[in-house]
């Protein structure tokens, strides 16, 4: 990791995607052209975009902070945030190599999946009458979404899984499954 940091820091340029670009400037205007087509479009934005934008977006940012940090000499920071860099970077390509709809949408589906269970270990924390209180809470609100796939937090659950296990040939359970 350190021969990598020391490398970036070498650099006149900036690395995004794997491509040597100019600088991030670049890249944001890259973002921008993205932004001005999905505003042109008259049907919403599904969420395979919207994942696909999001990554993308994180990835700019950090590439711009990268930058920002070299060029006033504050390289102690790079390293963690080229972590993480080089992690959406590979999100973007495994989802963008081939079947690129479902991945982004089990990557949709999956952060979904994440937020169901930290919840439900928050609710565990709850003594029963805030637990009860906070449920009814979360369905009063899932029933007021208007969609008849779900109305409370179990039925919610299950559909969520649903729609992972529908991006994928191999339904296996999601206990199994260890990611999107």
């Known amino acids: 990791m350190k021969k990598i940091k020391n490398e970036l820091i070498k650099k006149e340029t900036r690395i995004t995607y794997g491509i040597e670009t100019r600088n991030a400037t670049d890249l944001q205007r890259n973002n921008e052209n993205c ?10 934005v599904e969420n395979h975009d919207l994942v696909i934008r999001t990554l993308y977006f994180d990835l700019v940012t950090k590439a711009e902070t990268i930058s920002f940090l070299y ?41 979904k999946h994440q937020n169901i269970k930290i ?23 899932l029933r007021n979404s208007n969609n008849s796939y779900y109305d409370d937090l179990s039925t919610y659950k ?10 994928y040939t191999n339904n296996i359970s999601l206990g199994k499954r260890r990611n999107w």
């Open 119 to 141: 919840l439900n270990n928050n609710l565990e924390l709850m003594d029963s009458e805030e637990k009860q209180l906070a449920l009814k809470e979360i369905d009063d609100s």
């Open 71 to 111: 060029e006033n000499k504050k390289s102690d920071d790079i390293g963690m945030i080229f972590r993480s860099f080089i992690e959406l970077y590979m999100y973007l390509k495994y989802i963008l190599e081939k079947n690129t709809v479902n991945k982004a949408r089990a990557c949709f589906y999956w952060q």
């Open 35 to 44: 932004n001005e087509h999905y505003s042109q479009r008259k049907k919403e």
């Open 158 to 167: 299950d559909y969520i899984e649903a729609q992972i296990n529908s991006c």
